[in-house]
């Protein structure tokens, strides 16, 4: 009876209707319409009743809405007192030119206000997005991967310390943030001296012209009074340190998640990353600081095995980690301070 | 050619095609499967190719990931060298116990981390539903609007004047706060005596048992040393503290977006909330302030509706806004503090 009241509307549509033979599976049937138009139709013996509708570009949205409000319609009133729950998602839009869906790290389908793309690609290293957010400003996304946006400082804030280091006077070693915010947080501080040590010029471009609010002039030069930027594999950079003995105060992890190398030897993600923090610690004065995101907080196994990696470094360090909330990215997010015991 | 390399692929999995007419408007088939299963192809003369698979509950979600991942494949090679972007969405997962999916108050999809429903009731006002998020703790929603998690303080502290104000000694009047996030806060900074007026004590039962990360134990009881909760409809009491010519140093406006009322009068949005602004203001004192969640910063045509009212109240007044970042809500919010002039 369901059916057949539903069938009434896409007769009036002139949609054409195909049932198909789910074997025992409810009833289940197609109907094709004008402009490409497709509605697919589940009514299970019982259960979960489901409609999607199909449209096309430039099919008339209004229409559509209207079907989607006949048949929500109808429904509600064939099915009277036994509906426990109807729920109307959102349309997904695939393939527009301006893509607006970035899950999160732990697999969510998240929407985002996404309205132009700013600049779009690829360097010898990854592909780099920068996207326009009604709310957070620009975005930078590299290889699909949502990295900061113009209104992220509680990220930046937090890979610092949250305000609660002394930098003035501090010998400072970046690893990537070739969006600035850190160099542009850290030089505010009166330090000694920052090293930032970026990969990939091709970032470090487009992040001076399109994120200026989270770089402000930083990137201008790669050379500053109490500055300078490196455009290298941050690997033999620390590697050389290491030989020569140089040390740093603080050391800020900021390389993408899915790490990038021109070196052949890390091939696994989580080998970079001991490799990057065995270095990292051994160029870390006894008193200095390292810090580095962690991971979305719901990927508690990534942070346990991460933690467990911490535990098996050259030299003994303690941690501790913060959980806070950047705001495009959705999702709470892991910071570790670590030092040498 | 595309069609034919596909179709290989639906057959070893022993799915029955089905070719719609589409009037021109590329091809267009559904394939079924065991289980109920359903593919939908779209392949247009040019432009965006789609395929959507939907399965049933209890089908085996690895066989669908194969079946994925063996159409990526197969199209990857191809249309080698003619791709210009390939996208895989995570599923979305209709008719669970658990709703997932809780539209971001600009209308886009987003899927929360919601592992459970703590509690569901209905209310003679509204649907009173508290969920727990992996991230947020639990998450109060009231009529599908997610309303505060328990790792939201920032939307309390921002409704309270973001600790810039001075509550010491002060009178306070909480309008609605049935989780009793600002009342808990409130009550810290010893003020002389805060009224809070909440309509829905069903709203207060379920927070003081499962939001108490948010409320602490204020919940417990509706009158402590400087606090009176009130169950009942703001308006009247407004009303007769108007007649009275009672007066607060704070009014702290945390209604709900869409508004409740047993009074007949307030029929639409803005009149119930031109009525509770103008009630609000006149039993201000004139050093007083009025705090009051304003809407997501991306509906500025409402925000600009808002600031409109502001304008047109008997007594006049100015304003303030801060845009805050509040962990649940995906999306950012607009606070206002109003005082008179």
């Known amino acids: 009876m369901t059916v057949h009241g539903l069938q009434s509307i896409f007769q009036e549509q002139e949609m054409t209707e195909t049932v198909h033979d789910t074997e025992g599976h409810g009833y289940l049937a197609t109907f094709i319409g004008k402009n490409g138009r497709l509605v697919i139709l589940r009514v299970p013996v019982h259960g979960l009743l489901t409609i999607d509708l199909q449209c096309c570009e430039g099919d008339n949205i209004v229409q559509v809405e209207n079907l989607l409000n006949a048949l929500e319609k109808k429904l509600r009133s064939l099915l009277h007192g036994n509906i426990k729950r109807v729920k109307r998602l959102p349309a997904l839009i695939r393939g527009a030119a301006v893509d607006r869906y970035w899950p999160t790290a732990d697999g969510r389908l998240v929407e985002y206000d996404i309205d132009r793309v700013v600049y779009d690609e690829d360097s010898a290293y990854q592909n780099i997005k920068i996207m326009h957010s009604q709310q957070f400003g620009n975005i930078l996304i590299l290889n699909g991967d949502v990295n900061l946006s113009e209104s992220d400082?509680?990220?930046?804030?937090?890979?610092?310390?949250?305000?609660?280091?002394?930098?003035?006077?501090?010998?400072?070693?970046?690893?990537?943030?070739?969006?600035?915010?850190?160099?542009?947080?850290?030089?505010?501080?009166?330090?000694?001296?920052?090293?930032?040590?970026?990969?990939?010029?091709?970032?470090?471009?487009?992040?001076?012209?399109?994120?200026?609010?989270t770089c402000g002039s930083v990137l201008d030069n790669?050379?500053?009074?109490?500055?300078?930027?490196?455009?290298?594999?941050?690997?033999?950079?620390?590697?050389?340190?290491?030989?020569?003995?140089?040390?740093?105060?603080?050391?800020?992890?900021?390389?993408?998640?899915?790490?990038?190398?021109?070196?052949?030897?890390?091939?696994?993600?989580w080998e970079f990353l001991q490799l990057i923090l065995d270095l990292s610690i051994k160029v870390l004065r006894p008193t200095g600081k390292y810090f580095t995101q962690g991971n979305c907080a719901n990927l508690t196994e990534a942070l346990a095995l991460y933690e467990e990696q911490l535990g098996r470094l050259s030299c003994p360090v303690d941690f501790s980690k913060e959980v806070v909330c950047v705001p495009s990215y959705m999702e709470l997010w892991v910071f570790y301070t670590v030092w040498k015991k």
Chains 1, 2 share one sequence.
């Open 153 to 213: 400082l509680p990220y930046t804030q937090a890979i610092m310390g949250r305000g609660k280091e002394n930098y003035a006077g501090k010998e400072v070693l970046i690893l990537g943030g070739g969006d600035g915010g850190i160099l542009s947080e850290a030089v505010k501080l009166k330090p000694k001296m920052i090293t930032m040590v970026e990969i990939d010029q091709m970032v470090i471009d487009g992040c001076r012209t399109h994120m200026r609010k």
């Open 222 to 269: 790669l050379k500053g009074e109490c500055y300078q930027v490196l455009v290298e594999d941050c690997v033999p950079v620390l590697k050389k340190y290491v030989e020569e003995g140089k040390t740093f105060d603080y050391v800020i992890n900021d390389l993408t998640a899915v790490p990038i190398s021109t070196a052949p030897e890390e091939d696994s993600t």
